[in-house]
């Protein structure tokens, strides 16, 4: 008897316990199952453009504002437009602006998505082309960052402008980078252009000077003067691209057009890029290159926005015939749809 007490008690106790222990464990169990989740969720998806649902996450631009939108219009919906813009290589500063104009432009039930392709097309301005204007020879400078496609970009631009009719003469003024010159000689070739290239190390100056003369004697219609291209950031390449300019018109022509290549791939340091080649010599239009891949090019309306450069021609594959002249609203089609 004296033992029974105390057995009943300790029954009674684990018979009102064990439920309550029970429930704890399972909610332990449970927070730690969706815990990791929630706090992935709300680490990595702060910001309102990361709301976006799954199935809408893989698509273009157009869908992604859609659904942005579709939640309500709050100071977070304008956040995530921003976000999402410079997702696509926008740039934070082109970014900010285009939002700000927007939220200016937008009424309910327009379409957020129609709203932002009008206003891209408009940041890209009017497509122009080449301006080689006048009877005397045209020059044309082209700079870039090694391995944008300088180089190719110059063969299929001398191929395009043989094909026009016109008598073309290319300038290999990258004296620096091993085996430029002889691959301009093949591109040369390949569009049928004359080229004038001096042995590797020799002044870039001097060979731009060789080819106005050249070039003018033999009454070609333009020439395409290629430049070195190692590290933007690098003062002596810049102080040698304005050389080059200074020397070519005091050879007696006149820099018509000085067209920066720049990489579809080419992230939000493409802006810094191409402040720095535009500060040198004056860019005057941007070509985009590898546009046959997956990248989008956002970088030019960045780089439109920030710097005024327009684009004038996109680059769609290594063929001679794969330079196309730039369409801005096919452009902001294939940003907004895929
Ligand atoms: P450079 O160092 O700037 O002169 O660059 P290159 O002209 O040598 O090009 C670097 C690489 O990019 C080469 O393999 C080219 O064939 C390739 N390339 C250039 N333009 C395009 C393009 O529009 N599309 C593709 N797919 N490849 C390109």
């Known amino acids: 008897?004296?033992?029974?007490?105390?057995?009943?008690?300790?029954?009674?106790?684990?018979?009102?316990?064990?439920?309550?222990?029970?429930?704890?464990?399972?909610?332990?169990?449970?927070?730690?199952?969706?815990?990791?989740?929630?706090?992935?969720?709300?680490?990595?998806?702060?910001?309102?453009?990361?709301?976006?649902?799954?199935?809408?996450?893989?698509?273009?631009?157009?869908?992604?504002?859609?659904?942005?939108?579709?939640?309500?219009?709050?100071?977070?919906?304008?956040?995530?437009?921003?976000?999402?813009?410079?997702?696509?290589?926008?740039?934070?500063?082109?970014?900010?602006?285009?939002?700000?104009?927007?939220?200016?432009?937008?009424?309910?039930?327009?379409?957020?998505?129609?709203?932002?392709?009008?206003?891209?097309?408009?940041?890209?301005?009017?497509?122009?082309?080449?301006?080689?204007?006048?009877?005397?020879?045209?020059?044309?400078?082209?700079?870039?960052?090694?391995?944008?496609?300088?180089?190719?970009?110059?063969?299929?631009l001398a191929r395009r402008l043989v094909t026009e009719g016109k008598k073309v003469s290319l300038a290999a003024s990258d004296t620096f980078r091993a085996a430029a010159g002889e691959q301009l000689d093949v591109w040369a070739r390949r569009a049928g252009a004359h080229i004038v290239a001096q042995d590797r190390g020799a002044d870039p100056g001097a060979v731009a000077f060789d080819a106005v003369k050249s070039a003018s004697a033999r009454g070609a219609d333009v020439l395409i003067v290629d430049t070195a291209g190692r590290l933007h950031t690098k003062q002596p390449l810049m102080d040698e691209l304005s050389k080059v300019k200074r020397v070519i018109e005091k050879a007696g022509a006149r820099v018509d057009e000085t067209l920066l290549v720049m990489d579809a791939q080419t992230g939000q340091n493409g802006v810094a890029q191409a402040r720095a080649f535009t500060e040198a010599v004056e860019v005057t239009g941007v070509v985009l290159t590898k546009m046959d891949g997956s990248a989008k090019g956002g970088i030019v309306l960045a780089v439109r926005e920030e710097l005024g450069v327009p684009v004038r021609f996109v680059g769609v594959g290594e063929g001679a015939d794969d330079l196309q002249p730039f369409d801005s609203r096919a452009f902001v089609d294939r940003l907004m749809s895929e």
């Open 1 to 156: 008897m004296q033992l029974v007490v105390p057995i009943v008690v300790v029954l009674v106790l684990l018979a009102v316990a064990a439920p309550v222990l029970v429930t704890r464990r399972r909610r332990g169990r449970s927070s730690e199952l969706t815990r990791p989740r929630e706090e992935e969720d709300t680490h990595d998806d702060a910001s309102p453009a990361r709301q976006i649902p799954d199935t809408v996450r893989g698509q273009g631009l157009g869908a992604r504002v859609r659904a942005l939108f579709g939640a309500g219009v709050s100071d977070d919906t304008w956040a995530g437009l921003e976000d999402l813009l410079i997702r696509a290589d926008v740039g934070p500063v082109a970014a900010g602006d285009i939002v700000g104009r927007l939220r200016e432009d937008y009424r309910l039930g327009v379409d957020p998505s129609e709203l932002l392709r009008d206003e891209l097309v408009g940041v890209l301005g009017e497509d122009e082309p080449l301006r080689l204007d006048g009877d005397e020879l045209a020059v044309v400078m082209v700079v870039g960052v090694n391995g944008s496609g300088k180089t190719t970009t110059i063969g299929k």
